[in-house]
């Protein structure tokens, strides 16, 4: 069986700072002022485009043919710790990516911060507020269009589209990193799911099922034989940091209530509206089956790294994370439990009985792009200091790491890897992640983060019994309105 694998290489287009002016005495005439302003304008435009075309041009050259002048510091700031990349491929791939670039220039001063996944997050965003990004970050989609509307991101349109790697890219990947026509990241680290059922095929034999139920009624009736069996329930599932109900299980049961029309006319304020009755579904359902005993009790107070420690420990016979939890799952089996690594199976999240769409659905995607701060066109050498190093670590050396290592892909296309080299667990999840599952579109990858942050917030309430369904959907509706409606008009 042979493999495609995808990954990411990035290019780079930059915004040049050129401002023209022109005076006038006092006794110029509204009449005057204002065609003369208007002209000033558009002169200034033109000078930046014209001086953004040409920087441009010379850092995409500079950085293809290797030839880096650039001998100062570069800034980078992403999440991907040591402690993230013990068996998380992604991470790993990128951490190997980002030595061997500054193996091969001593001369630049790559000066990382390197923060856990969810401080990440946090101080990413004060930075921005506070105009002072990294040179070179990791984008998360949910922050494309407002940091392009203030200008702290560089357009990238151009670099992507002249890269030499442009014709092997998956162009779905780029959709949450755009801002109409305008690219604004290049998608990094590995397509991976945020949402899949990690289970011990042995112990749902023992329970009286082949596979892993395809409804929640059938999830219910075994967890009344785990809970008379030893076990301390059936699913294990972390929400403390409040992202993964949203990101791990919401984004597709929404999907399976409203469809992908539904959410690609959220993204594009085109009509549909978080208050309509098929999320409105989705929102109760998750409340729902949260309280239906399922789930390890304490699911809002713990995080997806203790969860998945309760089903490791044997503790809860299924977990629902992402792909990075089942790097770590089964690298931490394989070396630990043998058998209980060969045990595990892969499935998508049970239907709910009340909903119509796709069964098959789970949320894949690249959630993060390399992004470079708009200022680092004001240098042209540190520009092209810093295409060269996003080309590297997203590039075809990237790619056939992660294949060769992990069985992942991302951005750009890899042909003909053999999977046969693979374990069965890796072949099963790779089949289960790129080929028998349909994918959706992981939600807070888009829209505005004030907008999940009200979700992810309201959603926890609601999850513990706090609260209805309809209130938290108005809402989510009216941050919807005020933080990203609003801006598209």
Request: charge should be negative.
């Amino acid at each position: 069986m042979k493999k495609k694998v995808l990954s990411c290489v990035l290019a780079s287009s930059m915004v040049a700072g050129i401002l023209a002016g022109c005076g006038s005495s006092s006794s110029d005439t509204a009449a005057t002022q204002a065609p003369a302003a208007a002209a000033t304008e558009a002169a200034a435009e033109a000078a930046t485009e014209a001086a953004t075309e040409a920087a441009t041009e010379a850092a995409t050259e500079a950085a293809a043919d290797g030839e880096l002048a650039y001998k100062g510091t570069l800034n980078l700031m992403h999440y991907s710790t040591s402690e993230e990349s013990e068996g998380n491929g992604g991470s790993d791939g990128f951490r190997t990516m980002i030595q061997n670039w500054q193996d091969a220039h001593p001369d630049i001063d790559l000066e990382q911060n390197v923060l856990a996944n969810d401080e990440y997050k946090t101080q990413i965003a004060t930075m921005a507020a506070a105009d002072d990004l990294p040179d070179v970050f990791l984008l998360q989609g949910m922050n494309t269009k407002s940091w392009a509307a203030q200008g702290l991101i560089l357009d990238m349109t151009d670099i992507i589209k002249d890269s030499p790697y442009y014709a092997d890219y998956n162009q779905d990947y780029f959709t949450p990193f755009k801002d109409g026509d305008k690219l604004y990241g290049l998608p990094v680290l590995t397509g991976g799911t945020c949402t899949v059922v990690i289970y011990d095929k042995a112990a749902w034999k023992d329970a009286g099922f082949d596979k892993f139920p395809s409804t929640w009624e059938d999830v219910k009736k075994a967890d009344e034989y785990f809970k008379a069996n030893g076990y301390d329930g059936t699913i294990a599932f972390g929400n403390g940091g409040q992202w993964q109900a949203n990101s791990d299980f919401l984004s597709t049961i929404g999907d399976r209530y409203t469809g992908k029309d539904w959410f690609q006319s959220i993204i594009d304020g085109s009509g549909a509206a978080f208050t309509d009755d098929e999320f409105v579904k989705a929102l109760q359902f998750t409340a729902d089956i949260f309280q239906s005993g399922i789930f390890n009790p304490d699911y809002n107070d713990v995080t997806n790294e203790d969860a998945r420690e309760y089903f490791i420990a044997g503790e809860y016979p299924a977990f629902i994370g992402g792909n990075w939890d089942e790097s770590y799952i089964a690298a931490t089996l394989k070396e630990d439990d043998e058998e209980a690594y060969n045990n595990l199976g892969f499935a998508v999240l049970p239907q709910p009985a009340d909903a119509t769409q796709d069964p098959d659905s789970q949320n894949i995607g690249l959630g993060y792009a390399m992004a470079i701060n708009s200022k680092v066109a004001d240098d042209p050498d540190k520009l092209a200091a810093a295409v060269d190093f996003c080309y590297y670590v997203t590039g075809p050396d990237f790619a056939n790491y992660v294949a060769t290592n992990y069985a992942l892909g991302g951005l750009t296309k890899v042909a003909d890897v053999d999977l046969s080299s693979f374990s069965q667990v890796d072949q099963d999840f790779y089949d289960y992640s790129y080929v028998s599952t349909t994918p959706c579109e992981i939600y807070d990858s888009y829209v505005d983060p004030a907008v999940w942050s009200v979700c992810n917030t309201e959603l926890q309430s609601l999850m513990n019994g706090d609260g209805d369904a309809k209130t938290v959907a108005a809402d989510i509706q009216k941050a919807y309105e005020e933080n990203y409606l609003s801006k598209l008009k």
